[in-house]
């Protein structure tokens, strides 16, 4: 359902970021929260000409200046490749992390953005709720860079943190297959330094989350099966960094097609639109042929060669002929 009224929060007016914005930002911030397209991630169709239309003495060039200052001063994130725009505090700020039902949907629109660009700020704002469930979106929608649990989280394996190297003694490498998918590097330094990560590595797929030594883990401290982990974790960032690509360039086709679609259709705006309804980029319908042109197409197959009069015709004729 559409929205009806935004929320704005009136200790807006006590922020020094918002105040050292132009009037022209500060009004076009207004704008966005009171657009009725707004989901509750805070994402919308970027539309700026339709916003440009909303004050006659505004340009679409004016609409661009204005998110150019909200996006420097982080109040919005603009994706020009997907169509994209995010109120990076809109959850926050609508008071929509009040209310269950509400967030829930927030939760379901935010896993629904195309930009990566857009997911990466959306997960620092889940993460930064504090709240589980928000946690667990914000992982799918950029995975956390430093790959390590936060402290208020148990540890799951109940696995102790490796210790210091007391004798200084340069470990020897333990992988196996070294050169047929599998590599392994001993630790670097004198007195315990960390040394570089194992690349347990399978190229096929996923590493494996334990060393060799451990196939199926270890409640011992081992250094190995450490690297082994963080292994797993960058692979998964990097997978999830190529299906935010992937995704990307679907969205840039999607919108390509959609602006070509605009552009060849005669019926919406710029930003296709007919009135305040999404345009379904139907031809034109047909002028009705008046009863006169379909009295003259009618004698004309007629008059065709081979047209042929039915007797019921020719009897229904003389009928009505006086002598």
Not at 31 to 38: A, E, P
Not at 61 to 66: G, I, K, L
Not at 173 to 188: F, K, M, T
């Amino acid at each position: 359902m559409a929205r009806s009224h935004g929320r704005i929060d009136f200790g807006i007016w006590s922020n020094k970021a918002f105040r050292a914005l132009s009037e022209r930002a500060q009004r076009m911030y207004m704008v966005l929260f009171g657009q009725k397209d707004v989901n509750n991630a805070g994402v919308l169709p970027l539309m700026e000409s339709r916003w440009a239309k909303y004050c006659d003495s505004m340009s679409v060039d004016d609409v661009r200046d204005a998110l150019r200052q909200l996006e420097e001063a982080r109040f919005v994130f603009v994706d020009e490749d997907t169509e994209e725009l995010l109120i990076r505090s809109f959850i926050r700020g609508d008071g929509v992390v009040k209310q269950p039902n509400v967030f829930k949907n927030a939760l379901k629109c935010a896993e629904l953005v195309d930009s990566p660009k857009l997911r990466e700020v959306l997960a620092g704002e889940l993460r930064g709720l504090r709240r589980k469930d928000a946690d667990a979106v914000a992982d799918r929608l950029f995975p956390n860079p430093s790959g390590t649990i936060p402290d208020d989280v148990p540890n799951p394996s109940g696995t102790l943190r490796e210790p210091l190297n007391p004798s200084g003694r340069v470990r020897e490498p333990r992988g196996v297959g070294v050169g047929e998918g599998e590599s392994s590097c001993s630790a670097d330094g004198d007195l315990g330094g960390r040394g570089r990560a194992h690349a347990y590595t399978h190229e096929a797929g996923e590493p494996a989350p334990h060393c060799p030594q451990h196939p199926g883990g270890t409640d011992a401290p081992c250094r190995a099966c450490g690297d082994a982990r963080r292994a797993v974790g960058e692979w998964q960032t990097r997978k999830a960094d190529a299906a935010a690509r992937t995704r990307s360039a679907e969205a840039r086709l999607r919108a390509e097609d959609r602006a070509r679609a605009i552009a060849e259709c005669s019926l919406c705006d710029e930003d296709g639109y007919v009135d305040t309804a999404v345009c379904g980029h139907a031809p034109a319908p047909e002028k009705r042929p008046s009863l006169r042109d379909l009295y003259l197409k009618a004698e004309a197959e007629k008059n065709m060669p081979g047209h042929a009069t039915s007797d019921m015709q020719v009897v229904s004729h003389s009928r009505s002929v006086k002598p």
